[in-house]
């Protein structure tokens, strides 16, 4: 079975400082990786995706996320945030042998601060 | 652009009433699911489907079921709404790409559902 950990469930940070949003995954076969957001009474948006290949992803609005299989991590990182940042975010994994199921964490809020 | 539509944004039902969350897409994607998004708990699948006339059950299909009958819709049906059926649900839908797991999932904006 796959399962995801989003370790902050709440990530406070200033206008312009970097920020990192942690994501852990557990699958016994390959995976796939992926990040959305969800701007308040939306719905969840795309931030980018792992399939295969180049470790490091980029994504829209500045984030890139890390795929590191040793350490079964995909943590989010944008180096200055901006006010419409603020929004919760999603890691999601599906395992190679998943029929289409995406399964994701908890979600990390993050707000950002003038 | 994919656009995923939900019938509603906010609903308010009673106890034991029927409700029915409508889902629509216009991208003809094979795939389209429902998912109840709860504080703390985040996305939780309640059933998808594959092809029209087809469904799988998801993590938490109890108290649910789900009808399509159209390639571009999907419906949620609560056959007797609870109070603990108070919560956001969101449907996404996405194609069958090259190779399973590939394809990217496009969400609608979410109904927020009350029960009383």
């Known amino acids: 079975a796959q399962s995801v950990t989003q370790l902050d469930s709440q990530v406070p940070v200033f206008e312009e400082a970097p920020v990192e949003l942690r994501c852990n995954y557990s699958s016994s076969v390959s995976v796939y990786l992926f990040w959305y957001v969800q701007y308040p009474n939306q719905g969840l948006q795309l931030l980018l995706k792992y399939l295969s290949g180049s470790t490091l992803v980029k994504g829209i609005n500045g984030f890139e996320a890390e795929f590191n299989k040793s350490q079964t991590s995909f943590h989010l990182r944008k180096p200055s945030v901006h006010i419409s940042d603020t929004a919760e975010y999603f890691c999601?994994?599906?395992?190679?042998?998943?029929?289409?199921?995406?399964?994701f964490g908890k979600g990390t809020l993050l707000t950002v601060n003038p | 652009d994919v656009k995923v539509t939900q019938s509603s944004r906010y609903l308010v039902k009673r106890t034991g009433e029927k409700v029915f969350l409508e889902c629509v897409q216009d991208?003809?994607?094979?795939?389209m699911f429902w998912y109840r998004q709860d504080p703390g708990l985040g996305l939780r699948l309640i059933y998808f489907?594959?092809?029209?006339?087809?469904?799988e059950k998801g993590d938490i299909p109890e108290g649910y079921s789900v009808s399509r009958e159209k390639k571009e819709r999907f419906s949620l049906i609560l056959e007797s709404a609870s109070t603990n059926q108070t919560s956001m649900y969101l449907c996404a839908s996405s194609n069958t790409g090259r190779g399973a797991g590939t394809e990217t999932q496009y969400f609608g904006p979410g109904t927020r559902l009350l029960v009383l």
């Open positions: 991208m003809d994607h094979e795939n």
């Open positions: 999601a994994v599906k395992s190679g042998c998943s029929n289409y199921k995406l399964t």
């Open positions: 489907s594959y092809d029209v006339k087809m469904k």
